[in-house]
């Protein structure tokens, strides 16, 4: 399978706690972006690498949030002293450097519950 | 903040019917892109229509796109059941690939 992998699929922890969430991407797509969608709306941006390169982050990317793509393959997005607003579906896209504005391929996502 | 905005927010509808669903967007734009999503799933790449084009067509869906009206809509001919899923559209801001946008999205149901 050559898709975009996130794991883990669920994680339910108490508020308070940190998670950290892994996403491989499709082998040499440059591009990884992290967004965030909760019941009934659409995803929201995070945050984008390109390679290793953090290039943007959203607003709604809290001091709590912390994402890294080391090397610029796999990329992780840690959570601290999470927060029951905290709860959703965080999915991880990539895509291929070269072509501007190329569509995104996206992982299943990790459904995060905080308790 | 959303950039697009799908109407109507849910359609349900019976196999074999056609489905429209309706997209609004705010800023100028290189080109706009349809996503699905199966419930509990990532999103899947349907078809992107670029600026300068005004309809777009791929096996049962249509695309089109108006920028004077900065609008597009997603017509999906003889549903099927299979179809049941959320429907997104998407925008990138003109000369950035850094951030796509979505929509709220339209939540397609169709009736066997």
């Known amino acids: 399978d050559t898709g975009v992998s996130q794991n883990p699929r669920h994680k339910i922890t108490k508020r308070g706690q940190n998670v950290t969430f892994r996403c491989d991407p499709i082998?040499?797509?440059?591009?990884l972006y992290w967004y965030r969608q909760t019941l009934g709306q659409g995803p929201e941006f995070l945050t984008y690498?390109?390679?290793?390169?953090?290039?943007?982050k959203s607003r709604l990317l809290s001091d709590r949030f912390s994402a890294e793509r080391p090397k610029g393959s796999f990329s992780t997005l840690e959570i601290q002293r999470t927060e029951q607003g905290d709860s959703a579906m965080y999915l991880c896209?990539?895509?291929?450097?070269?072509?501007?504005?190329?569509?995104?391929?996206f992982g299943n996502g990790t459904r995060l519950t905080v308790t | 903040s959303q950039q697009g905005e799908e109407d109507p927010q849910a359609l349900s509808i019976q196999e074999g019917e056609n489905a429209t669903m309706n997209c609004s967007y705010k800023?100028?734009?290189?080109?706009l892109q349809w996503y699905r999503q199966n419930s509990g799933r990532g999103l899947v790449h349907l078809i992107l229509i670029r600026s300068n084009e005004r309809e777009k067509h791929s096996g049962r869906l249509r695309v089109t796109l108006d920028t004077s009206k900065k609008s597009s809509s997603l017509l999906i001919t003889a549903s099927r059941a299979a179809d049941t899923a959320s429907y997104f559209c998407a925008t990138w801001n003109s000369g950035s690939a850094r951030q796509l946008t979505f929509g709220s999205g339209t939540q397609l149901t169709v009736l066997p």
């Open positions: 690498f390109q390679n290793e390169a953090q290039l943007e």
């Open positions: 800023t100028s734009i290189n080109n």
């Open positions: 082998s040499e797509h440059n591009r």
């Open positions: 896209a990539s895509s291929p450097g070269g072509a501007v504005n190329s569509p995104l391929h």
